[in-house]
């Protein structure tokens, strides 16, 4: 009989009951993140709750994780300018642009939680014992922005036009909302439903269509004209004859008024039959076989996490490859974005449409750690491939089902990036007060979220080394809205405005350039008659710990801690220290 599952209230069984956890030293802008998943994942706090947490247990031993700025950076601000997030964010509007939201602080802080379950793990199994474990924001957000830094490294230019422009759309009757389909055909019909120029839709599909990997999509004026003019309800006649999604942007406010209070993963223990195997090696994961059915960014990006830990980590792919090794720009023959979440991977061609390949895929899974997938809804009951169809033949199995929206909201739209944006107001929460809302561009929510499954599938396996389950595990891009907008949530709540003030995370133009102040400092004079670095000398003179911002991430290659893998691709340093 299956146990209930894990959540905030009700719980019955998590990866670290009976372990306690203290925190030392000065707080950090992660640590608040920290305390909290420790705390949804069972373990009880005991005296301070920041600076470097100590966790310990009968069965474990002890292990100290924290997070740090890494060299450069000072705060939340000057990560995102040294790492490149402020100029990918910016594509869109043309400049680098501050994320009003502590993603860097809020990836930094997953990645710590990943390393301590990840120790934790490997000191159960018999292996190197990792007394501290530590992630840097640098670090971090250099691997949130990894696929744009392989693309600026790759051997060619890119696939799509680098330059302003995108959505969200604003009817007549002024709804901003966001559109989404995956299918030219749709696209096409939806825009002439508009009345849109037959050019102005076939020039606009490509750049719409490689947002996702370009962080812009300069498609004609001509297409905002056509929403322009058109009534919102038009706009949902449109989008229902052709088969379009749409979503006006919520709110901070409104999602804080239907917020459940769920964490951002559950966990389902199954029966105990898991007998646990020693396998002694310096890597935490090493022995464990993780197969992977994924697409696009989310699920690939959870098990690339899993392989730097040791995991073998196995592709199932179509017959004829992932179609995206293909996709420009390319290092030696192979698409660079791809290289950046699938490198060291193997692959498996797998035809789930037939009855033969399905029955081969239940084998493979049946010896296998970690099955994860990040399928349509009900894709995988359908092929007879979800949970209840594989855990008879493998009790230890960690299934995992990195989601849209984990069955959440029944009137959700389709479950991609910007859509999960738009809906759970993460466009507000971007954006400071002097700016209208707008979903970041930059695959936020598909990098959280990814970050999010790998955490959800190592508190799985370290629940399954504890007590001999196996376990589901659910981790969605809701739930990584939801982390990333919490403390902007919480104000709403309140009452308060859960907006940042005004020109918030703004860099400053220089003569040649930008910089970016610590978001504590005050804005100094205007500094455009300045070069960079009479600027930089300056706000050194002022006692502050200003930093160049990117905006070119070829400059990445050579000056951060980047190397180049056997294609000839970047590639960002594992995001821990072990020790």
Same mark, same amino acid.
């Given at each position: ?41 069972? =373990? ?32 939340? =601000? ?198 646990? =195997? ?102 995988? =009951? ?198």
């Amino acid at each position: 009989m299956a146990t209930p599952a894990i959540s905030a209230v009700g719980r019955t069984a998590g990866p670290l009951d009976g372990l306690r956890f203290e925190g030392s030293g000065p707080p950090g802008a992660a640590d608040a993140l920290v305390a909290e998943h420790l705390r949804l994942l069972g =373990a009880q706090s005991h005296g301070a709750s920041g600076g470097r947490f100590t966790v310990t247990g009968r069965d474990v031993g002890e292990v100290i994780t924290g997070t740090s700025w890494g060299a450069t950076a000072t705060d939340e =601000a000057t990560a995102q300018a040294a790492t490149g997030i402020m100029a990918v964010h910016g594509r869109r509007d043309g400049a680098p642009r501050g994320l009003a939201v502590d993603y860097a602080a809020t990836a930094t802080g997953v990645l710590a939680v990943q390393g301590l379950l990840a120790g934790l793990l490997a000191g159960l199994r018999g292996g190197r014992r990792i007394a501290q474990v530590e992630a840097s924001a640098e670090r971090a957000g250099l691997l949130t922005v990894s696929q744009y830094l392989a693309a600026a490294g790759a051997e060619e230019g890119e696939a799509a036009e680098l330059s302003a422009g995108g959505p969200p759309f604003t009817s007549v009757d002024g709804t901003v909302f966001e559109l989404e389909t995956l299918d030219p055909g749709v696209w096409a019909a939806f825009w002439r439903a508009l009345g849109a120029p037959e050019e102005a839709i076939r020039r606009g599909w490509r750049p719409f269509q490689f947002r996702y990997a370009t962080a812009c999509a300069p498609f004609p004026e001509t297409l905002h004209q056509a929403v322009r003019a058109s009534p919102w309800q038009r706009i949902r006649d449109a989008a229902t004859s052709s088969g379009a999604d749409v979503c006006p942007l919520r709110s901070l406010g409104d999602r804080a008024a239907e917020y459940d209070g769920a964490p951002p993963w559950q966990l389902t223990p199954h029966e105990a039959t898991y007998a646990a =195997a020693r396998v002694p090696d310096d890597l935490p994961l090493a022995g464990f076989t993780v197969l992977e059915a994924g697409r696009r960014i989310q699920a690939p990006l959870a098990t690339h996490l899993l392989g730097l830990l040791g995991a073998e980590v196995i592709r199932i792919e179509p017959p004829g490859g992932d179609p995206l090794r293909g996709m420009p720009p390319a290092c030696s023959g192979i698409s660079a974005r791809w290289l950046a979440l699938n490198r060291g991977k193997k692959a498996v061609e797998v035809d789930i449409k037939s009855p033969s390949d399905r029955k081969r895929l239940r084998e493979m899974t049946a010896d296998s750690d970690v099955f994860l997938h990040n399928w349509a809804p009900g894709k995988a =009951a359908e092929l007879g491939l979800d949970h209840d169809d594989l855990a008879p033949a493998n009790r230890a199995l960690v299934y995992a089902y990195t989601s849209g929206w984990a069955g959440r909201l029944a009137d959700a739209p389709m479950g991609t990036d910007f859509m999960v944006q738009a809906r759970t107001g993460v466009g507000e929460a971007v954006r400071p007060a002097d700016e209208p809302p707008a979903p970041s561009l930059m695959t936020l929510l598909d990098v959280l979220g990814g970050l999010l499954g790998a955490e959800a599938v190592l508190a799985g396996l370290l629940l399954r080394e504890r007590t001999g389950h196996g376990v589901r595990v659910d981790s969605s891009l809701l739930g990584a809205a939801d982390v990333l907008t919490a403390p902007a949530r919480a104000r709403a709540a309140q009452g308060l405005d859960p907006r940042r003030p005004a020109g918030f995370r703004r860099p400053l133009r220089t003569a040649d350039g930008w910089i970016a102040l610590p978001d504590h400092s005050a804005i100094p004079h205007d500094l455009s008659g300045q070069s960079t670095d009479q600027a930089l000398g300056r706000m050194r003179d002022h006692g502050l710990a200003a930093v160049p911002v990117v905006t070119d991430l070829a400059d990445l290659l050579s000056a951060a801690p980047i190397s180049r893998d056997a294609h000839g691709a970047p590639a960002v340093p594992t995001p821990w220290s072990f020790a």
